[in-house]
């Protein structure tokens, strides 16, 4: 399937479970997915190649009882991508994953909104965004986790991480709870950080130039995430992608 | 092969090393005693580059090169290996892949052509052996989750891997039981040959059971106060450091 | 349980809001809504400098030109700001210059508040400043502290006696252009506490203001500056309480605190304003812009609020950490019950090298009502070695409340250190069962497990606030349990 710009229709009929690879290069995203009862959707959303004009994606996904989304939003070298990426647990045992990474460098600009809405009990969401900035790279995070009245036993995480390399990188972090239900267990967790000074010492005592140590450190920092993409040739084009040249 | 000269050094503004004369040649085993706090891993901090550190007077000389003006890498590949006190864990970066980019940064340096894949499993392997370390070590992340004892013999089998020169051992017998103890100190002593050195730093005795100096120095107060033979680290552990604290008390 | 805990839960069971009651007190109160002469007014009834008129007017000018934020996460209902009076005061007979001067009746209304205005009756080593409806009744311990050379007095004396130090000062941290709010409070403040502490001087009792709403129809808007010149250090404490009225009543407040070189100030509110009914009827409306600058070198300021009253609550007790190596601190416990709302954090903004941040918020939620957690933390460019950390913890008791948390961060220095972590959950029933097992009714055991919860921010207020918040948090969770 290859993206068209339109709004275009998924669904995963019950019992199925389907792997999708999107690429995103110069067409702007407008999907609207169901996944029925027991269903099992991958989708991996990526951008790998710098792109020409500003892009948008807008993803609406609805899970029903029982079912599972696992959805990645990779974003390499990005020029002012806004993602937006909309989750309903309408229905009871669904579960979530959500994974992004991004890796911005001089001009560039990254958006990633989501929201995670717990409308029915005992489901469960995981979050992990991961950004690594260099240049005067921007990028911001708003995530939202909102648990409905009566949504009781829900779990939800949501973590973000941003790594800066450049004085000039600037990186915004939102992670929004909004809870009415008391039976629950929510967290969020958001850090900004830079290279680990001293692992990157204890790199160089064993003879690794500083340059190739932070690149061993940078892909570790998103190995992280690519390890969770439920696709092996995405993860092989990524590690590829990030791979320190040793 | 090493020489210090009037060595001071100071962390944010408070000066540790005050003034370390020290002559290492090949072969030799140096070891260096002291209280907590006298400046023991200071020393070897400063020997190895690390940056939270800053020399203000001095010179160290490592194979006729200027050591302080290298960067630590380049130290590293000239062959001063530290054995850190407290190796940091670094997740998400694999052994393999870490002591590959070591190995080939080594061997970039000296100008020669990077190990195949192939050849770097089999030096692993063999030095693996060599220093009795579990497999599975190495397919863990660097030190992540490693106990105590793992992280240290981690340490010896790099420098089994890196072959270096001037071997540091910073306090590497601090929190192992006595098997572990025997095993990086057997490693260290395999290793040893007359074209290296080694400075084992250290608070007690016991380890000097397994690598026996050639020389003892005392650093107290950021200098070195006394300088003797493997039978003044026997006088210390019975006698404690508190003399040499009365008697050194400026 | 040690002996007091039970004499506490005793007193948790038997109470309602015990600060409900109202003052007969003789009072000049002025004709509602809010105009320029309104303003002229007010600032001749204080007898006011100009330089003080024009600030007002200023404010108000540009105060018209604002609309109500709406961006917090509450439901206020529309309030007609001309339906207000904007100032009351308890007639004087003359100059109050001494205890035997105040009105008796003030001095029961504080008395039964527990803030004896007698300086042989004190408050063990706490100097007091009362502030009943729109104007300061009485300072205790002023000539002891003026020893030292601290001046501690009302803010609208502190316009008249030190007018070089509030020129110098008002507005500095909070100009009437930071909000809605803050440009109505600049326009008509009626009074507050004003404290300077000089260079090198550590100020040797707790300095503390008590605010009561009395009047009806009123509102409250006081205003405090606090200066610590380099090398010094001052202990603030505020509290507050207003009658039990079925009207909601606005309390619009400004504190601003200036910190200068390696001086430190501690402030320390607890807030217990009528919040209302269990059906929601009446409350205070709390609309408080607080902000610190911490401006010279080394400097320190740290925040410790427990916030139990008011129908709303709408404050971000804030830092500006401009010297470099400054301190901000935040410690937050905020509790809303029945039908209360509360929208409280606090921003951080690292402007200096090697500022350092922390903040520890813990909310709890119960009844009907809704309780956010709003922060920034804010690293600018040349903040280098820049740290903050966050952990903002939730707790629901019941199903018909709301626990939110909406931090923001704003990064752009690669040397910043920043972690944000936040929780959300209930009590356990296994703690709950556990403290069961052992004899301890179910609203006995949530009482106690809240004040563990809360423990590290109470653990920051001085000893005799710790106590009273400890209590407060009891009563106010009375009913909770289903």
Same mark, same amino acid.
């Given at each position: 399937m290859t993206l068209t710009g339109e709004k275009q229709h998924i669904t995963i009929d019950r019992g199925q479970s389907e792997t999708i690879v999107l690429t995103v290069a110069d067409t702007n995203a407008d999907l609207e997915i169901t996944i029925n009862g027991g269903a099992e959707l991958n989708l991996i959303l990526k951008q790998t190649t710098v792109n020409a004009k500003a892009l948008t994606t807008n993803t609406t996904i609805n899970c029903e009882a029982n079912s599972r989304i696992n959805i990645s939003t990779i974003n390499i070298e990005p020029r002012n991508i806004a993602n937006t990426l909309i989750v309903n647990l309408?229905?009871?045992?669904a579960e979530a994953t959500l994974n992004g990474l991004y890796v911005a460098g001089a001009g560039g600009a990254i958006e990633n909104r989501t929201e995670i809405h717990h409308h029915a009990a005992h489901c469960t969401s995981t979050e992990l965004y991961k950004g690594i900035l260099d240049g005067n790279a921007v990028a911001k995070f708003a995530g939202l986790i909102q648990v409905a009245p009566g949504a009781q036993k829900t779990a939800a995480r949501q973590t973000n991480r941003h790594l800066l390399l450049s004085p000039d990188a600037h990186g915004y972090a939102q992670p929004h709870l909004i809870i009415n239900a008391d039976d629950v267990k929510c967290s969020h967790g958001a850090t900004s950080g830079q290279i680990d000074r001293e692992q990157l010492f204890y790199m160089q005592q064993r003879g690794i130039d500083a340059a190739t140590a932070q690149r061993l450190l940078v892909a570790a920092f998103a190995n992280e995430v690519v390890a969770l993409i439920p696709d092996e040739a995405t993860r092989q084009e990524l590690t590829a992608l990030l791979s320190a040249d040793v | 092969m090493l020489t210090i000269k009037n060595l001071h050094a100071a962390i944010d503004g408070k000066e540790i090393l005050r003034g370390i004369d020290l002559e290492i040649k090949a072969g030799e085993t140096h070891a260096i005693m002291g209280p907590n706090g006298s400046g023991k891993s200071t020393l070897s901090a400063v020997l190895a580059g690390n940056p939270l550190f800053t020399v203000t007077e001095g010179s160290a000389t490592f194979n006729g090169k200027d050591l302080l003006a290298m960067s630590p890498e380049d130290r590293a590949n000239e062959g001063l290996f530290l054995s850190f006190q407290y190796p940091v864990e670094i997740p998400g970066v694999s052994m393999t892949n870490f002591l590959r980019a070591a190995v080939n940064g080594k061997r970039k340096y000296r100008g020669e052509e990077p190990l195949s894949a192939g050849d770097f499993l089999k030096l692993m392997r063999e030095k693996k052996k060599l220093v009795e370390?579990?497999?599975?070590?190495?397919?863990?992340?660097?030190?992540?989750?490693?106990s105590g004892g793992e992280k240290k013999k981690n340490e010896i089998f790099q420098m089994a891997m890196l072959e270096p020169t001037l071997r540091i051992l910073d306090e590497t017998d601090s929190g192992l039981d006595i098997d572990a103890l025997r095993i990086v100190a057997n490693g260290v002593t395999k290793l040893k040959n007359e074209q290296n050195a080694t400075i084992v730093i250290t608070h007690y005795q016991r380890l000097l059971d397994y690598i026996v100096p050639d020389f003892i120095h005392i650093l107290y107060k950021g200098r070195i106060v006394m300088t003797g033979t493997k039978e003044l680290a026997l006088e210390l552990e019975e006698k404690g450091y508190d003399w040499i604290k009365e008697k050194y008390q400026d | 349980m040690g002996k007091n805990d039970n004499e506490l839960l005793n007193d948790i069971k038997s109470?309602? @809001?015990? @600060?409900g009651f109202t003052s007969d007190i003789d009072t000049d109160v002025i004709p509602r809504g809010l105009n320029e002469d309104v303003i002229r007014l007010i600032s001749h009834k204080k007898n006011e400098p100009d330089f003080m008129l024009d600030f007002r007017l200023k404010a108000f000018r540009h105060w018209q030109t604002l609309t109500v934020p709406t961006w917090a996460y509450l439901n206020i209902p529309d309030i007609d700001f001309q339906s207000i009076s904007y100032y009351a005061a308890p007639k004087a007979k003359k100059q109050l210059n001494s205890l035997d001067e105040v009105d008796p009746e003030i001095k029961a209304t504080f008395d039964k508040l527990? !803030? %004896?205005? *007698?300086e042989q009756k004190k408050l063990s080593n706490v100097a007091v400043d009362a502030v009943l409806d729109s104007t300061s009744v009485k300072t205790t311990f002023r000539a002891t502290l003026a020893e030292k050379g601290i001046i501690f007095c009302s803010i609208s004396e502190a316009i008249r006696e030190h007018p070089d130090l509030i020129k110098q000062y $008002?507005?500095?941290?909070? %100009?009437?252009? *930071? /909000?809605f709010y803050a440009a109505l409070n600049a326009a008509v403040f009626s009074d507050g506490s004003f404290v300077y502490i000089p260079k090198g001087v550590r100020c040797p009792m707790e300095l503390s203001t008590y605010f009561r709403i009395n009047s009806m129809n009123t509102g409250q808007f006081e205003r405090t500056l606090i200066v610590a010149d380099d090398d010094s250090y001052v202990s603030y404490l505020e509290g507050c309480t207003a009658p039990m009225r079925d009207e909601n009543q606005l309390h619009a407040a400004i504190v601003e605190i200036v910190v200068h070189d390696n001086a430190e100030v501690k402030y320390s509110t607890v807030q217990n304003w009528y919040p209302g009914d269990k059906e929601g009827r009446g409350g205070i409306y709390n609309f408080v812009t607080k902000r610190a600058l911490c401006k010279g070198v080394n400097s320190k300021i740290s925040w410790t609020q427990v916030e139990t009253g008011s129908a709303i609550t709408w404050k971000y007790p804030s830092? !500006? $950490?401009?010297? *470099? /190596?400054s301190v901000g601190e935040f410690y937050s416990v905020a509790l809303t019950n029945n039908h209360q709302q509360a929208d409280t954090g606090t921003k951080m903004i690292h402007l200096g090298r090697n500022t350092r941040s922390t903040i520890i918020s813990k909310g709890i939620s119960a009844g009907y009502s809704q309780n956010s957690y709003r922060g920034l933390v804010r690293v600018t460019r040349n903040a280098d070695g820049a740290r903050n950390y966050s952990q903002c913890d939730s707790l629901l008791l019941g199903d018909k409340c709301g626990a939110h948390t909406f931090p923001y961060s704003d990064i752009n220095n690669p040397t910043a250190q920043v972690e944000h972590e936040a929780t959300t959950s209930k009590i356990s029933e296994d703690q709950i069962f556990y403290c069961n097992q052992r004899g301890i009714s179910t609203e006995d055991a949530i009482g106690l497990i809240v004040n563990g919860y809360a423990k590290e921010v109470l653990n920051k207020l001085p000893m005799e606030f710790a106590i009273e918040a400890q209590r407060l948090l009891q009563i106010s969770l009375e009913g909770s349990v289903g």
């Open positions: 309408n229905g009871e045992g | 370390i579990d497999s599975n070590l190495t397919n863990r992340a660097v030190n992540e989750g490693f | 109470s309602e @809001y015990k @600060y527990g !803030i %004896p205005l *007698d $008002l507005g500095s941290v909070v %100009p009437h252009t *930071d /909000n830092c !500006i $950490l401009k010297g *470099d /190596n």
